[in-house]
């Protein structure tokens, strides 16, 4: 069974900070990373792909991918209290069915 | 705008009742997915479709039923058959390109 873990959390930083978010995945045969992030009651919302290992970085956030650890993480700088939500790693695993796996996300709390 | 549209954005099931739940995207995207999400738990594939009159089952297709007759729209059909159907369902498609999902917006159905 491919399988993607989270930490479901809370996470809870303080306003300003860096909040780290991580996800391991069981296939190592993995193409692609996504992270959505879900506002509760609402459905999720891309905010940041990855294909290759390093980091990729857009405006506030960052994913970095480490393959061999089968490992993929986001991090949000400058957290601000509208990031408070739940954020689901998900993992297009080999075979390229184009079927995503997902994680059962980390709720982020972001205090003021 | 191009997006996905699912109706109704609240449904309530009588016991032994089924019903459908609708999917349309205007993006013309070949493949659609509907996922079905538990409190505090990830996202569960429950069918996709990745060409019109064509679809298979995914992890939890026992008590449910799909068709694809267009591009356009992929229902989902909750029969009496599956026992705990309460949960958010989200419809999802993807172009050919590995770039992640667009969600629709979300049916929560609750059996009364």
């Known amino acids: 069974q491919k399988e993607v873990e989270q930490n479901s959390g809370p996470l809870s930083v303080p306003e300003g900070a860096i909040a780290s978010l991580n996800c391991t995945y069981s296939?190592?045969?993995?193409?692609?990373f996504f992270w959505y992030r879900q506002y509760s009651g609402k459905s999720p919302e891309l905010i940041m792909f990855?294909?290759?290992?390093g980091d990729k970085e857009d405006g506030r956030f960052t994913a970095q991918l480490n393959k061999a650890s089968q490992y993929v993480s986001l991090l949000i700088r400058d957290s601000q209290p509208s990031d408070s939500a739940t954020y689901l790693c998900?993992?297009?695993?080999?075979?390229?069915?184009?079927?995503?796996?997902f994680g059962q996300g980390t709720t982020l709390q972001v205090k003021p | 705008d191009g997006g996905i549209t699912q109706s109704p954005k609240y449904l309530f099931r009588k016991e032994g009742q089924n019903v459908t739940l609708s999917c349309e995207q205007n993006?013309?995207?070949?493949?659609m997915y509907w996922y079905r999400q538990d409190p505090g738990q990830g996202l569960r594939l429950i069918y996709y479709?990745?060409?019109?009159?064509?679809?298979q089952k995914g992890d939890i297709a026992e008590g449910y039923s799909v068709s694809r007759e267009k591009k356009e729209s992929f229902p989902l059909t909750v029969t009496s058959a599956q026992k705990n159907p309460t949960a958010f369902y989200l419809c999802?498609?993807?172009?050919?390109?590995?770039?992640?999902?667009?969600f629709g917006s979300g049916t929560r159905l609750t059996v009364v």
């Open positions: 999802a498609s993807k172009d050919n390109r590995d770039n992640g999902y667009t």
């Open positions: 990855i294909y290759s290992n």
């Open positions: 296939d190592r045969g993995s193409q692609s």
């Open positions: 479709s990745q060409i019109v009159n064509d679809f």
């Open positions: 993006l013309n995207h070949d493949a």
């Open positions: 998900a993992v297009n695993p080999s075979g390229n069915t184009g079927k995503l796996i």
